[in-house]
Each structure stands twice: as structure tokens, then as C-alpha cells.
């Protein structure tokens, strides 16, 4: 099938596999949903992809606990963007 197959498809459509999300970058697209379903557990998709670098403060500060001095010295030295 192809993508206009799979974006017209009755069954897709009816699970509400394909869901439109706003995205930052490339504005309102078709994404593809949770292909399964679960009687008690609510599954959807939340956002869009991330834009690249999205999650670099929260990691590196939280996970390996740079301080903001550790992040502009390694965007200075343009290790980050």
C-alpha cells in the first residue's frame, strides 16, 4: 500500500491509528499512532518527534549532572548546539 493507501485506509482509520499532531518545524502532518490496543492502559501519541538537541539540557543535567558553566563552556567549544 502506499502512504495515500494507508491514509485512506477504512480499518486505520477506524482504530484511530493515524493521528495529526502540530509539528514546530514542518506545521500539521499525518504521524502514525500506536499500532496496538489495550483494554486498560491508554495508549496515544503525546508529541511529535523532537527537534534535534530538544533534550540535551535535561539530560546532561540531570543524568550525568553538568552545571550550566559545564553546558556554555561545551557549546562555546562547539561540542553542543
Known amino acids: 500500500m502506499s502512504n495515500k493507501d494507508l491514509t485512506n485506509d477504512p480499518h486505520l482509520q477506524a482504530r484511530n ?3 495529526e499532531l502540530e509539528h514546530p ?3 500539521r502532518r499525518i ?9 486498560e492502559t491508554p495508549c496515544h501519541v503525546k508529541a511529535p518527534a523532537p527537534l ?4 540535551t539540557k535535561s539530560v546532561l543535567t540531570s543524568l550525568l549532572k553538568l552545571t550550566d558553566t559545564d553546558l ?7 561540542v553542543l548546539i
Open 17 to 19: 491509528h493515524l493521528v
Open 25 to 27: 518545524e514542518v506545521g
Open 31 to 39: 504521524h502514525a499512532g500506536i499500532p496496538w490496543k489495550m483494554s
Open 52 to 55: 534535534l538537541g530538544a533534550d
Open 72 to 78: 556554555e563552556r561545551l557549546r562555546k567549544a562547539e
